[in-house]
Every structure is written in C-alpha cells, then in structure tokens.
C-alpha cells in the first residue's frame, strides 16, 4: 500500500470549505454576495425601488398636469369654433322655420371647422408634451389622450351655449316673418370629439420615434475568471480577431 498523495494536514489552498485564517466561517462555492448596505442602512435594492416609486408618482402628476390644461384649452376651441363655423340660416312663415337655403352646407362646415381646429390643437398640444418632457411614459400618453377628448367636450359645450339660442320658435318670434336668423350651432357628427386626441396620439408617437430618447445597448458580461477586452486593445497588441 502506497501513501497519500497530499497529507490530510495539508490542504489544497482552493478548497472552498477552507476556513479563513480570521477563523470566519466556511463558505460554500458560488454562494450569493450580500449586497453591502449604505448609511441608512438601506440594501441598493430597496433605494432603486424607492427611485422607482419616486419617479411614477412624478410622471402621475404630470400626467394630471396635461390632462387639466387641455380641459382648460377647450375653452380657446369652443371659441374659436363659434367664431370660425358658418352660420345656417333660418326664416319663419305663419305656419313653421325653414332653412332659407336647403342646399346650403353651413351645417357640414361647422363639423369640419372642429374637426380642423381640434386637429390643429392636438398637434401643437402633443409638441408642446413631447418639448417639456422627451422621456415620456404611459401616464403621459394616457393623459394625452384622455385630456383632448375633455377639451373637445368642453370646446364643443362652449360653442353650442354662447351660440345662438336652441330655441328657434322664440327666436323666430323675435325678428318676425321672413326675417333669416341663424340657426343653433350644432355638431352633426360627433365622431369629431375624437380629432384632437388621436392627433396628439399621432405626433406624439412620431416625435418619440424619431427624435426620442435611445435605449443604451446591453453590455454583454465576459467569461467567468475572464477581462472584459477593451475596444481597440487587439489593435494595439498587434493582433486582430
């Protein structure tokens, strides 16, 4: 029978049950790390969630911030709505109130006048989103959308309550027979409340895309036991891949 190679007294340095010569406590191979914690006694971890919190609730109130200006901005449509929209004009006989012109498209023109106006809004709104805030978010998104339709509702309660009176019989008393006088300013189609939302959608997606923050690419880690080569050091040994 031949002796051991390695006397049992003496070790291999790599055993990774070795004790330290502190006399700590073995550890065992690829045991995980305990992050190292900082000052507050707070782990990287928890601080990066509380980051996260941090910025959510920032982009939360931002996105209420858009939502209440573009309520508020549909009082400049609803304006310049009533403003900018052709007149229908009416007449009344002894018996009803007739549209003085039947084949007139004043009533198509007040439709189209909103549709353009709201587009016009949505637009400079979603410019004006994307200039003050480039990162974006959903909440952002979501505000922009939800804040058009608001202001488009506003823009059109606005029109159609200092327009003319919705009561054409009273008001056909007032000027007397024959006299034209215009018509309630209504919004025949009301597929147009959704131009001032999808507009900000649109330009705020294409502003995103084309001039958008960009995601740094993943770096992908060397081997175990292995430098990360520096870019350019292969040159510099003389040899190339």
Do not use: C
Request: charged share 15%; no cysteine.
């Amino acid at each position: 029978m031949t002796a051991p190679l390695t006397p049992p007294h003496h070790q291999p340095s790599n055993d990774p049950w070795q004790k330290s010569e502190a006399g700590a406590a073995p550890q065992p191979p690829n045991a995980p790390h305990a992050e190292p914690a900082d000052a507050a006694g707070a782990s990287p971890a928890a601080a990066g969630e509380q980051d996260d919190g941090a910025g959510l609730s920032s982009e939360v109130v931002r996105a209420a911030v858009v939502v209440l200006a573009l309520t508020v901005l549909g009082v400049a449509l609803g304006l310049l709505w009533l403003w900018l929209a052709p007149r229908v004009p009416l007449i009344s006989t002894d018996k009803a109130v007739f549209l003085k012109d039947s084949e007139g498209e004043e009533a198509i023109g007040a439709d189209g006048t909103f549709v353009l106006l709201a587009l016009a809004f949505g637009a400079v709104a979603a410019a004006l989103v994307f200039w003050f805030d480039r990162r974006g978010g959903i909440p952002l998104v979501v505000a922009l959308a939800l804040g058009g339709l608001l202001g488009s509702l506003v823009a059109w309660g606005t029109g159609v309550w200092l327009g003319p009176t919705d009561d054409v019989v009273e008001r056909a008393r007032e000027v007397g027979q024959g006299v034209p006088f215009d018509a309630p300013l209504k919004l025949g189609a009301k597929g147009a409340l959704l131009a001032w939302p999808m507009a900000a959608l649109l330009v705020h997606l294409g502003l995103t895309a084309l001039f958008g923050p960009r995601d740094p690419e993943p770096e992908w880690p060397a081997p175990y036991g292995e430098p990360y080569p520096e870019p350019g050091a292969g040159e510099r040994d003389g040899t190339r891949g």
